[in-house]
Nanobody
Framework: QVQLVESGGDSVQAGGSLNLSCAAS????????IGWFRQVPGKEREGVAVIGTSYGFTAYADSVKGRFTISRDTTKNTVNLEMNALKPEDTAVYYC?????????????????WGQGTQVTVSS
């Protein structure tokens, strides 16, 4: 059974940095993509970044390109999201998710497994 546990959320000022971590257990060859999503109240959950489990595929939302970096540490079984130059509009609950296929990466309904989320708050 795949289990995902996020950590690293915090409150920071605009321009600051945070590193989110997703501890992923039960990941096997059937899991193809692990992604980070975020959601604010009243809005749909949106894709932030994704990484492939078998090769070096990554993708990012336009709003975070050049500021966020997704990476995977196979020795620690974590997927990390390094967030720099944070903006108030990055404020959201950030979720880690995993799926068993290679479809469109930023479609939340296509992901089979989800973590509980971690809050990121960026103040101006």
């Amino acid at each position: 059974q795949v289990q995902l546990v996020e950590s690293g959320g915090d409150s920071v000022q605009a321009g600051g940095s945070l590193n989110l971590s997703c501890a992923a257990s039960g990941i096997n060859s059937g899991i193809k993509l692990i992604g980070w999503f975020r959601q604010v109240p009243g809005k749909e959950r949106e894709g932030v970044a994704v990484i492939g489990t078998s090769y070096g595929f990554t993708a990012y939302a336009d709003s975070v390109k050049g500021r966020f970096t997704i990476s995977r540490d196979t020795t620690k079984n974590t997927v990390n999201l390094e967030m720099n130059a944070l903006k108030p509009e990055d404020t959201a609950v950030y979720y880690c998710a995993a799926r068993g296929d290679y479809g469109a990466w930023n479609v939340p309904s296509a992901y089979n497994y989800w973590g509980q989320g971690t809050q990121v708050t960026v103040s101006s």
